[in-house]
DNA sequence: CTCCGTATATGACAGTCGTCATAATAGACC
DNA sequence: GGTCTATTATGACGACTGTCATATACGGAG
């Protein structure tokens, strides 16, 4: 999640998304968006006059987006692409992480947005549920694309998401990327069984 | 997820833990468990003198043991078990009470406190730990009672538990069970495959 | 220079939070 | 009855929060 120096609107959802995964939403504070974005704090209701709910909204959507961009970049430096490879590749992205940069930095944005507002914010709900489906659905198409059949490729996604969302939370908890590992390693032959289909 | 007639600070511990899996812990005032659990407000301070991390820690530790029985009763109900069907009878209760009561009383209470107190208070992040490993011994165990190898029990509960609360997540997003049914579905010829030692 | 829309600054507002101090009540035991 | 402890009641405190109203600076167009 590398700091593009675009304007103090980008920042301030990009700095949103930064804190809501390692603080939740609820305890984000919007002078803490500013501050940690160097924005000032009068630009707050001028870039987003829905307020917070608005702007954690944005935050989950840029989320989602980015969750997308990855899985494309995994797939277009993969030399020989395969299902179990290209989880490892987004697990990856959290083992090494939590290895170099340790656990202070949080976990996904989604998932926070997911736990904090999905039962009072009806619009935060849904803009989760959007960040999930723009993220599945180029896996799903990345497993389409290694020879799994098309019927199962978005459920094979649907798995592999959960699978990597529990094993984040499990982690943060246990500050140990044990549980990212393990799902990697447990979940590997599924995933590649599944390039062959049944009928051959 | 019975409401036992308990004493008042039972009845708020299991408050706590309702309202956090559904609002979240920071936006679950003190004030709101009391009401919530018809206990008096003042008896706040005399039963949780730790203030509120005492409350959520408690109440997360609540959660990890509610869970772990439950997969007991799971295995004593089951004539035939295996692992496919111990986590098809997890990921049931969540599918029938959302089926049945919505989506409105939330997620899973260990995964609301991770994600909004992993960062910020320590014992509550052990708590969430303590959690999740009181979970996952009872499955290992269950596993290799079904014939798993011994080595493989413990990371395939790991990954049980996983893509379990990944699902939660998406389904909740989603206000759709569809995430579960197809983790349950997706996961089991896995699950049943590693019954067979490759030895045999 | 004037004008004007975008952008920023600043402070106040009402509300809620967790915490605490204080005091009244209830019930058991001597 | 008196006494002690466990429990409950109540109100206040300071520290936040999100929101808003208002006022200032910038920077091109006329």
Chains 1, 2 share one sequence.
């Not at 700095?15 to 809501?20: H, K």
């Not at 290209?86 to 944005?109: K, R, V």
Request: with cysteine; glycine share 8%.
């Amino acid at each position: 999640m590398a700091g593009a120096e675009r304007g103090p609107r980008e920042r301030m959802v990009f700095s949103a998304a930064q804190l809501i995964r390692r603080d939740g939403v609820a305890a984000t504070g919007m002078r803490d968006v500013a501050a940690h974005a160097r924005a000032p704090r009068g630009s707050l209701r001028h870039y987003f006059p829905g307020g917070k709910e608005q702007l954690v909204n944005e935050a989950v959507d840029w989320a989602g987006r980015y969750a997308a961009g990855r899985v494309a970049r995994f797939l277009a430096a993969m030399p020989e692409p395969s299902p179990s490879r290209l989880f490892a590749a987004m697990a990856a992205q959290w083992i090494d992480e939590y290895g170099s940069a340790g656990f202070e930095a949080g976990g996904c944005p989604v998932a926070a947005a997911t736990v904090d507002c999905a039962d009072a914010a009806e619009s935060t709900r849904a803009a989760a549920a959007a960040a999930f489906a723009r993220w599945t659905v180029p896996v799903a198409r990345a497993l389409a694309g290694m020879g799994v059949p098309e019927e199962r490729a978005e459920p094979l996604a649907t798995l592999m998401i959960s699978a990597l969302e529990g094993a984040i939370l499990i982690a943060r908890a246990e500050r140990d990327v044990r549980a990212l590992t393990t799902v990697t390693r447990e979940l590997a032959p599924l995933l590649d069984a599944a390039t062959t289909p049944p009928r051959a």
